[in-house]
């Protein structure tokens, strides 16, 4: 597959803009065209860092009154479906702790919603360790969905063969990979909690699974969930600098630092190609969606919706 050309890109966001705008909460005639000339649209939805937010904030919140909530955010996420049946559905990190729910049921409301909701692959953040290797554990026949992460090392662990280091996905003709990194649990975790695991270098190991996924197995699209922050502490890596020393991955989904964007960051990485980097927040307050444009396998543009989509407001 051919990287990322700006040139096509940029064109085809300046033809069709126009037929985006608005388009968060209305159908889009955007399908009918792209099959008039013969492309392909994949949509990646995308969360990260809900921290157990089953329920909307609670009306007297000071900034989040009436927002967030897994009912909601179902309901957009089946709208979206209804519109194109090429979606990847994703999450980076973080889906437990933050609400007595996680408390209570350990993390398993979670898993039981987020499979209801047809969550196509996730990976691991710091937090979702609360309970334990043991108590992830526990709850992972509850998900239907994967678990990727290509930095961390399993071995002798009950994660072992459960977390995989990257899977392949089939959307209309083409072939996603997905992997994931993880930040350093040292620190962040009690060690007592990750046990064994041992952390290894995001840049190496993401670098040798995307290489792979493109150059071995011709995927089409390589997509990391990233819970190493948007743009983390001094001294430590952060997507915005895991981009420019990547070199086989198209989309970074970030997550660990609750970053609400606006709109996808482009950066270059280690050979000169763009790569884009999005994060949403947190709480599932908002839903990332950006859509890549295939013409015979080749991306040939990419363009997304505002991210700032409240998922819920009980108001309207």
Request: proline share 3%.
């Amino acid at each position: 597959m051919e990287e990322l050309n700006k040139s096509n890109r940029r064109d085809f966001i300046k033809q069709s803009g126009i037929l985006l705008a608005g388009s968060a909460f209305m159908a889009s005639p955007i399908n009918q065209l792209l099959a008039a000339n013969g492309t392909t649209q994949l949509t990646i939805l995308h969360t990260n860092d809900w921290h157990s937010r089953i329920e909307p904030f609670d009306k007297t919140d000071k900034n989040n009154a009436g927002m967030g909530g897994a009912e909601f955010r179902a309901a957009l996420i089946k709208k979206y479906r209804a519109e194109n049946e090429n979606i990847l559905l994703l999450d980076a990190g973080d889906i437990f702790q933050g609400t007595p729910y996680f408390n209570f049921y350990g993390g398993e409301l979670e898993y039981k919603l987020m499979s209801q909701m047809g969550y196509d692959c996730v990976t691991l953040g710091n937090h979702d360790f609360d309970n334990g290797i043991d108590g992830l554990f526990k709850q992972m026949p509850h998900a239907t969905f994967d678990f990727v992460n290509c930095n961390y090392d399993f071995k002798d662990t009950l994660l072992e063969n459960k977390v995989l280091p990257y899977k392949i996905y089939k959307k209309g003709g083409l072939k996603i990979g997905v992997t994931g990194v993880g930040i350093e649990l040292k620190g962040l975790v009690p060690e007592k909690l990750y046990g064994k695991i041992k952390y290894n270098d995001p840049v190496e190991n993401l670098n040798k699974v995307a290489a792979y996924l493109k150059q071995e197995k011709k995927c089409d699209l390589v997509i990391c969930l990233s819970h190493l922050g948007y743009n983390y502490k001094e001294g430590k890596i952060g997507d915005l600098s895991l981009a420019p020393q990547s070199k086989h991955v198209d989309l970074i989904i970030g997550g660990h630092t609750h970053t609400f964007l606006k709109e996808p960051t482009l950066v270059k990485n280690a050979v000169g190609k763009e790569v884009i980097v999005n994060q949403v927040g947190w709480a599932g307050l908002a839903l990332g969606k950006i859509d890549f444009i295939f013409n015979n396998q080749q991306i040939n543009g990419f363009m997304h919706t505002s991210n700032n989509v409240d998922i819920v407001d009980t108001n309207i």
